[in-house]
């Protein structure tokens, strides 16, 4: 396979695009040339400096610090669409609260004709069934877009997905994740949205809450969230792809926001009924020391590579984790 | 995703080719349309009766017994070239000794210009490099061609591709089977290239042993087969790939012919360095329940499907099982 560099932008430099921009700066295939946070953007087309980037982010507030690339605006959103043709690829690494926020986010990109890829880490069933109606609009504008292609959905979806093919009918997909986190503050979108699942909590009630409240929350928990029967977009993924009903297919698992070690390997464990009728469990566990970063920013770049292959071959739509097998980026 | 009938013919009705002809008759969006074996071939364009075949094949020794639409030949396979314009992809569960003898067969296929989809489940280096080789000949003549595509290679190649996405850098991938049949008879061109494998065996030598002698050498290993370091195409094709050099991809296992319980469960360890160089090990285990023949011809139709959109969308040449996400055949 020959190499090539692809451009990608990141949209959003919260905890995961802060990651994606560190892992970018490892790739030889790919080149970092656009990012937005809340305040500003970063754009050069002939590459950013990764380092420089983040040291704007993490050190000055926002990537609109970047030296000699770096602008401030209330919508860079906006301001990345009007450079997209510069950018081959983006990876959505927004926080999606409400659900319509990223779909809609796709909707302006498909609206002034963006023809690349774009690839989510969307978690949720609804804002996932949103993207998967976007369908129509973006095969005829030409986008290539996958969703969920980060770790739940995403590696485990797939996984799931290889898995199923040993058997006849699949009985249960069950996930379950650990996850370790030393300091909440860098993935607070994302802790926001595990809070968003627990019982009594939902979507609205914990945009609405402060960082204060959130904290005493985690308190109240030891910092430990326990999430059960998750609305978690592996469902809908599974069965978009015509593997299991929705309803066969269950989320949890337990993040700890106060340490770095995981709580639980994050496994899945597909059970099926072979040709012959016999009953059967395969399991996909991850390595204990690969942080939420590696587990979802190595498979949205795989799968943004694997989108680029699909675009360039006039295949366009909208495509899930476990439609496609991610490939790899060196 | 619409249903539509893919029309399958199986070169070979030993072991694995009866087992697909099994499976196939369990789903509705394929249909045998052609079988081949030494002495004949069933065909009929409008779907052969799976039972009528199997039955003629292990009561009476041949497809060609099948009722209404075998035929005896010595040379069914051109037979079934003859009539390919009437089968949308081809699984080859032909025994592969030579080395060369199945890529001399897709040559065959492609000289008759034959653009339909083809799979295999080869297992050696050696056959997986000369397919690799025909990937001009097959894209010139428009055929969707897959290989390594059963379990390993296959779905234990894919499942380390997929587990290669967390990391940075892969250090090695393991593959360990373990394998339980309880008659050897019914997977003869398998053990025998299992044998092959063994100290002291190769493939020529293999091929000049009788049945008896074959016997002999399990009794003198109380049926069990110890493999290490095996010539896999798991390396090839995760090199292919470009995840990691072959030499870093080990493949060994423990078969034993006189037990249909796996002695060990078969898995595959994938071990890498994560962007912030964490080192940490991934695991694909499956069920013990599952068979050999679940495991090998789950992912063939798996992967013919996705040869078939792949085919359907002008998608054509060689594309290996770490390439692609199989999909689920209903």
């Not at 190499?3 to 790739?27: D, M, N, S, Y």
């Not at 804002?127 to 609009?137: G, H, Q, S, T």
């Amino acid at each position: 396979m020959q190499a090539e560099i692809i451009r990608v932008g990141i949209l959003g430099a919260g905890g995961l695009g802060q990651a994606a921009a560190q892992i970018l700066a490892q790739k030889q295939e790919m080149q970092l040339v656009a990012i937005a946070d809340r305040s500003g953007f970063a754009f050069d087309a002939e590459g950013l400096d990764a380092t420089a980037v983040l040291q704007a982010s993490m050190t000055q507030g926002s990537v609109g610090y970047t030296p000699g690339a770096g602008t401030f605006t209330s919508d860079a959103i906006r301001a990345l669409i009007e450079r997209s043709h510069d950018v081959d690829a983006f990876f959505i690494a927004l926080p999606n609260l409400p659900n319509d926020f990223i779909p809609g986010v796709i909707h302006n990109f498909a609206q002034a004709e963006y023809d690349g890829v774009m690839v989510d880490a969307l978690k949720r069933t609804g804002a996932v069934e949103l993207v998967f109606k976007l369908d129509p609009l973006l095969s005829a504008v030409g986008m290539t877009y996958i969703t969920g292609a980060g770790a739940t959905p995403g590696l485990l979806t797939a996984a799931a997905a290889l898995a199923a093919q040993s058997f006849q009918e699949i009985l249960k997909v069950e996930i379950y994740f650990g996850v370790g986190i030393s300091n909440w503050d860098a993935y607070r979108a994302t802790i926001r949205e595990d809070i968003a699942h627990l019982d009594g909590f939902d979507v609205e009630r914990v945009s609405e809450m402060t960082d204060e409240e959130i904290e005493v929350e985690l308190d109240r928990r030891n910092g430990i969230l326990e999430l059960v029967n998750m609305e978690h977009a592996d469902d809908v993924i599974l069965e978009h792809a015509g593997i299991v009903d929705r309803k066969q297919v269950t989320v949890g698992g337990i993040v700890d926001t106060r340490s770095p070690k995981k709580p639980v390997s994050t496994n899945v464990k597909v059970t099926g009924k072979t040709f012959e009728g016999k009953m059967s469990t395969h399991v996909f566990t991850l390595g204990d020391e690969t942080s939420m970063a590696a587990n979802v920013c190595g498979p949205v770049f795989g799968y943004m590579k694997t989108g680029i292959w699909l675009n360039r071959r006039s295949i366009h739509g909208v495509f899930s984790s476990a439609d496609l097998m991610p490939r790899f980026v060196q």
